[in-house]
């Protein structure tokens, strides 16, 4: 499923963008490129197994991920 067949909308108001860019040094233009990037690498490793459909990995769950990364 690609970004934008998920229908994600940003809903982070504008102190909150600003925050996300001091802070973890992110860009929005940039945002679904790397969950594009992290979920295309999510499907081409054999040892993680999660059916495509129902149960995909939203976008929204992939970003918080990114961002708990970029925290540590």
Known sequence: ?????DN???QLD???IEKAKKELNEDPKD???AVNALR?????QPHITFK?????IS???LLK???IIKLR
Not at 1 to 5: C, D, F, I, K, L
Not at 52 to 56: A, C, E, K, M, P
Request: proline share 0%.
């Open 52 to 56: 495509l459909g129902q149960s995909t």
């Open 59 to 61: 976008t929204l769950q």
């Open 1 to 5: 499923m690609a970004a934008s067949e």
């Open 31 to 33: 945002r679904l490129n």
């Open 8 to 10: 994600y909308v940003c």
């Open 14 to 16: 504008k102190r909150s």
């Open 40 to 44: 295309t690498w999510i499907q081409q």
């Open 65 to 67: 991920f990114l961002t």
